[in-house]
């Protein structure tokens, strides 16, 4: 079958092109994407050297399953997880299932390992890698069963997309990895898509003192609608956070705040939230920065812990359907989430904006199925 995806060329561009999706093998499904969220790994992914269909976020329909496939039938609702657990390794049976080892994504693969997940797919007659085995930015995609969870139908599938990345990494840092407790203070750093889902966690956690940090003030505003319960804005004469750090200290009797996020994929700003919390508080870095930084040790004194967790410990089968009843209570947000949606041929602009940090998420919308007349308006 033909479809359109979004194509990387690994040296910083890209391009929509029809691509050729066969049908599921043994254990694989055939997904048709609806909503894809973008974020800023999509435009990491653009230097991946080597063409690759973009996007690890998305939602979508069963269209057909391979043999041996016993969790999803065809017309299933489904949301896609990058972080495919196999079940079965040291870290999948230690209930870190975000972490499992035999699922690493292609780009982190040698070239000559990844081609056991680009089968099924081409480009121009020619074997293609996918973004994190999925590329959700493609109106067809095949994956292993394990990658996919019931997407229930109170979820709208724009809504939904974003889920599978910036709203389990913000809600799961909080949940899982920090582990913010009831009355405890929190600092955030950042209110982009993840930086919203942070203070929303803190929220439903109990936190009784959300202090958003940003630039800009149009994004503490949206802060605030999402539970911050002070704001901070940073000048540009405050490169360091010196002046930051001060307020923070003054709003927390004088000591700092009980835990602090970075979430502003920033390099230099990595270690920044050392500066936000007490003595024996918790620092947690959500933007998974590689880039060499230097910290002064002293930043980590007294007795402060620094964590960067990868994907909020995200456990798919205990995660999202928690996210999705928090949503149909009315506690999390995720339409507010999407303050943009696109065509695929309009990525350009989605990506453009998400950079200029204009879109809290921005979501491509595929038009090719009834489905969206019928269930999905939104
Ligand atoms: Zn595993
Ligand atoms: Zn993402």
Request: hydrophobic share 40%; with cysteine.
């Amino acid at each position: 079958m033909k479809t359109l995806a979004a194509i990387a060329n690994g040296s910083g561009g890209f391009a929509v092109e029809e691509i050729e999706v066969s049908h599921p093998q043994p254990l694989e499904v055939l997904v048709q994407i609806l909503a894809a969220g973008i974020c800023h790994t999509d435009h990491a992914s653009l230097w991946w050297k080597r063409p690759l269909i973009m996007g690890h976020e998305g939602a979508g329909i069963v269209k057909a399953v391979g043999a041996g496939v016993t969790r999803f039938m065809p017309g299933d609702r489904v949301l896609l997880n990058w972080a495919i657990p196999c079940g079965n390794c040291f870290q999948c049976r230690d209930q870190s299932p975000s972490l499992c080892e035999w699922s690493k994504p292609a780009h982190v693969l040698a070239p000559s390992c990844a081609h056991a997940h680009r089968q099924g797919t081409t480009l121009r007659g020619v074997p293609v890698d996918r973004s994190f085995n999925l590329g959700t930015l493609a109106g067809l995609t095949l994956v292993r069963q394990e990658a996919l969870s019931p997407l229930p139908d109170f979820v709208p599938f724009s809504s939904a997309c974003i889920v599978g990345c910036g709203v389990m990494t913000g809600f799961g840092s909080v949940m899982n990895s920090a582990k913010v407790k009831q009355g405890s203070s929190v600092a955030v750093l950042g209110v982009g898509g993840v930086g919203l889902n942070v203070i929303q966690g803190a929220r439903i956690a109990g936190a009784s003192k959300i202090i958003a940090i940003a630039r800009k003030s149009a994004r503490l505003e949206t802060a605030k609608r999402f539970g911050a319960t002070h704001t901070i804005q940073v000048g540009r004469d405050d490169p360091k956070l010196e002046r930051a750090a001060e307020e923070v200290r003054l709003l927390t009797s004088g000591r700092g705040a009980d835990y602090a996020f970075e979430a502003t994929a920033i390099p230099e700003l990595a270690f920044a939230p050392l500066r936000l919390i007490r003595d024996g508080g918790v620092a947690l870095q959500l933007s998974g920065i590689h880039d060499p930084v230097s910290v002064d040790m002293q930043a980590f004194m007294w007795n402060k812990t620094y964590l960067a967790p990868l994907y909020g410990n995200c456990n798919p089968e205990i995660d999202f359907p928690r996210i999705f009843e928090l949503y149909r209570k009315g506690e999390l947000k995720l339409d507010e989430l999407v303050t943009a949606t696109y065509s695929i041929r309009q990525l350009p602009t989605a990506l453009q904006e998400m950079l200029d940090g204009r879109s809290s998420k921005s979501v491509i919308l595929f038009d090719h199925s009834e489905h969206f007349k019928s269930n999905d308006a939104s």
